[in-house]
Structure formats: structure tokens, C-alpha cells
């Protein structure tokens, strides 16, 4: 089956610094790679998603990469704020189950 | 628009009480279902998921079981909770198109069993 890994769990940030969470995924045939951000004591909610037909995509300060060949994708943060600050999951399905990567821990310092 | 409701948000159980949380979704026909724990730490546990009325698949051998007995209806259930049980419960939903799509979170129930 499908298994994603995530790094680093953990990462520190100076406000305006850019923030890169990097996953990887076994399965050649998942075609959908969705990011989620969860803030302290609440659900997680997507922030961006990429499908296998496209290279990168962004919104605002956000963006993600896919390199199919090397089956990983990443998330890029540009121009930290405070509020940046959460813990990021990356995911990878090929239809119906997501599987989520082990989340990274993002701290963006004033 | 779509919406989920979980609740409750906060809940206190003594051991070897039973448990029920609610999940319903609004605004959409044959979710796909699903049923998280955060355990302490951070990662994502499934421990059920539904693609239609009555049917559950099970991810975990838990001391928890899962009911769909409405379309837009998940039920997370114990018969007798274990202090192992304590994590952040987390419900979500899923267009059950069959093709690749995201899920919608939400808000979690913070169980504490004492």
C-alpha cells in the first residue's frame, strides 16, 4: 500500500524567512496530493492541493511542487508570518483514503 | 455548501464508561466517512471509514467501534472506555465520487478518560 513520509517534524522559522516541508509516497498511481494545515485544538484544514497532471501550483505566499519521477512534493511558504505557525500535513491518494505523512511542526518567530 | 458537525467538542469520561460521538454532514449525498485519533503527538490515526449506509471498514483493532446508520450520520462508539482511549477525535468527509478528492475536517472532540 501507499506510505508517505514527511520531514523535518520539526521546523523553526524567522518571520519573512520561506518555510520548505518536503514528502515523499510509494505508490506511482496516487494522483492527488493535498496539504493541511491544523492549528492548536482544531481540525485540520486544507490549504492547497496539486493533482498528478500538474507540476506546481500557487496561491498568495503558498505554493507546491510534484516531481512524479521522483515521487515527492513539497510545500513552500514564502514570507512567514506568526500565524504560519501549526503543524502541516502532507498526503497522497490515488482515489477514496488519503494517506497523511506524520505532520511537521512549524514555528515562525517574530 | 457543505458543512460537518461533531460534537461534543470537550469530553470527561470515567474508565469503563461508554462512549458516543456524533459526526453529521450537510449539503452533500454519499460522503465518503471517516473517523481519526490524535493520539499524543501529532500524526493522523484512521480507525474507520464508510463509503455508504452500514458499511465500515475498520483500520485498527481498537476498543472502539463505528455505526453509519443515516447517509450523513457517523457514529464513533465504546462500550467501555480505557484510559488509552484519551486523544483528539477527529471526523471527516469525502465526495464519494470513487475518484481523487480531499477531505473536510472537523472541528474534533477533545476526550479525557479519567
Known amino acids: 500500500g501507499e506510505n508517505v513520509e514527511q520531514h523535518p517534524s520539526t521546523l523553526s522559522v524567522q518571520e519573512g524567512d520561506s518555510a520548505v516541508i518536503k514528502c515523499t509516497y510509494s505508490d506511482s498511481a496516487s494522483n492527488y496530493f493535498p496539504w493541511y494545515k491544523q492549528e492548536l485544538g482544531k481540525g485540520p484544514q486544507l490549504i492547497i492541493d496539486?493533482?498528478?497532471?500538474?507540476g506546481e501550483k500557487k496561491d498568495q505566499r503558498i505554493a507546491v511542487t510534484l516531481n512524479k519521477t521522483a515521487k515527492h512534493f513539497s510545500l513552500h511558504i514564502t514570507e512567514t508570518q506568526p500565524e504560519d505557525s501549526a503543524v502541516y500535513f502532507c498526503?497522497?491518494?490515488?482515489?477514496?483514503?488519503?494517506?497523511f505523512g506524520q505532520g511537521t511542526e512549524l514555528s515562525v518567530k517574530p | 455548501s457543505q458543512t460537518i458537525h461533531q460534537w461534543p467538542a470537550t469530553l470527561v469520561q470515567p474508565v469503563g464508561s461508554p462512549l458516543s460521538l456524533e459526526c453529521t454532514v450537510e449539503g452533500t449525498s454519499n460522503p465518503n466517512l471517516y473517523w481519526y485519533r490524535q493520539a499524543a503527538g501529532r500524526g493522523l490515526q484512521l480507525l474507520f471509514y464508510s463509503v455508504g449506509i452500514g458499511q465500515i471498514s475498520s483500520e485498527v483493532p481498537q476498543n472502539l467501534s463505528a455505526s453509519r446508520p443515516q447517509d450523513r450520520q457517523f457514529i464513533l462508539s465504546s462500550k467501555k472506555l480505557l484510559l488509552s482511549d484519551s486523544g483528539f477525535y477527529l471526523c471527516?468527509?469525502?465526495?464519494?465520487?470513487?475518484?481523487?478528492?480531499?477531505?473536510?475536517f472537523g472541528s474534533g472532540t477533545r476526550l479525557t478518560v479519567v
Open positions: 496539486i493533482r498528478s497532471n500538474v
Open positions: 471527516a468527509w469525502q465526495h464519494g465520487t470513487g475518484g481523487a478528492d480531499g477531505y473536510t
Open positions: 498526503a497522497a491518494s490515488r482515489g477514496g483514503k488519503l494517506i
